[in-house]
């Protein structure tokens, strides 16, 4: 697969969920067959072992395994395909970097070493050594509100000036602050800037590149129908995010703010309530899982606020 350059990762990207039963084990043959749906939803690009795919509870051979049945499978249909090799631990990064360079990704997604705060020098030292490894793969820095630390957009241009394979973000927008993107276009030169998938029409209205979609967790093809409706008519697209934000604002977010339940588990959640993708329902030990039986509720009231994502699939 050809690396991409920060002009060419773009839009709306899906994640690649663990499909896993109840005792938290990885099938990995409905997890080939959550690739082949998602690949036929012909997203701009798919990536892995991101926080939705768990990365954190993965072992070095499931890792393997994973990261080489989205190779295999996003090579033949000629998508593009990003992998995390994201660790807590900067040397077990870099361990999962070397084993899969091989494989050829679009490119690599990278977390900055997450058991104690780094600084600047660090963050710059970790980057450096990475994308020297990686070669001619660009790295894209996730780098979500949770991290320990999060840069801010005067911190990007610095970091792009001595790493220059670093080509693009994922990161919060700040619910879609007019003064952060202004800041972020200010900073942001060389690199392709992803923020929150339900802000998606916002995001491109103001000079974002894309996102890598938790709408996509609730219907991949109904998020990529929405990238290209914001890029054909950016009005129609900014009046579907009030819709999707609306839907978000009473369903999902109190199962973080007031349930307490992870982002990672409502993201499981939404793909549950999509129905798109027998992926099963349950966390790996010991996040908790929100509860199947709320799907049922959630999906007639998601029916009625965003019907569109609910009439396409597969």
């Not at 996509?216 to 129908?225: E, G, T």
Request: with cysteine.
């Amino acid at each position: 697969m050809k690396a991409l350059q920060h002009n060419e990762i773009f839009g709306n990207w899906a994640t690649l969920f663990l499909a896993t039963d109840k005792q938290g084990q990885i099938d990995f043959s409905r997890l080939a067959d959550e690739i082949d749906i998602l690949i036929s939803s012909k997203p701009n690009g798919i990536y892995s072992n991101g926080t939705a795919g768990e990365f954190y509870t993965q072992t070095e051979n499931e890792f393997d395994k994973i990261s080489g049945l989205l190779a295999e499978k996003c090579g033949k249909e000629n998508i593009p395909f990003q992998i995390g090799v994201n660790h807590m631990s900067a040397q077990i990064s870099m361990e999962r970097l070397k084993r899969t360079k091989d494989l050829n990704p679009s490119a690599f997604q990278v977390i900055l070493p997450d058991w104690f705060p780094t600084v600047q020098e660090e963050n710059i030292e970790f980057l450096q050594k990475m994308s020297e490894e990686a070669g001619n793969v660009g790295l894209v820095l996730y780098n979500p509100p949770h991290a320990k630390v999060v840069l801010q957009p005067e911190q990007w241009k610095p970091v792009k000036k001595v790493v220059p394979r670093l080509v693009g973000l994922k990161v919060f927008d700040n619910n879609g602050n007019d003064n952060w993107y202004k800041r972020a276009g200010n900073n942001s030169n060389g690199l392709s800037v992803f923020i929150p998938g339900h802000h998606l029409a916002t995001g491109i209205k103001n000079g974002a590149n894309g996102a890598y979609s938790n709408m996509a967790c609730l219907n991949p093809f109904a998020a990529q129908k929405w990238y290209d409706l914001i890029i054909e008519n950016i009005e129609a697209g900014l009046e579907l995010e009030i819709r999707i934000n609306k839907f978000m604002q009473q369903f999902i977010n109190p199962l973080i703010t007031e349930e307490h339940y992870p982002n990672q588990a409502c993201d499981r959640f939404l793909a549950l309530v999509g129905g798109w993708a027998d992926i099963g329902s349950h966390m790996r030990w010991p996040y908790r899982s929100v509860p199947s039986e709320y799907a049922d509720k959630i999906r007639k009231e998601a029916k009625k606020i965003i019907p569109e994502f609910f009439e396409i699939s597969a």
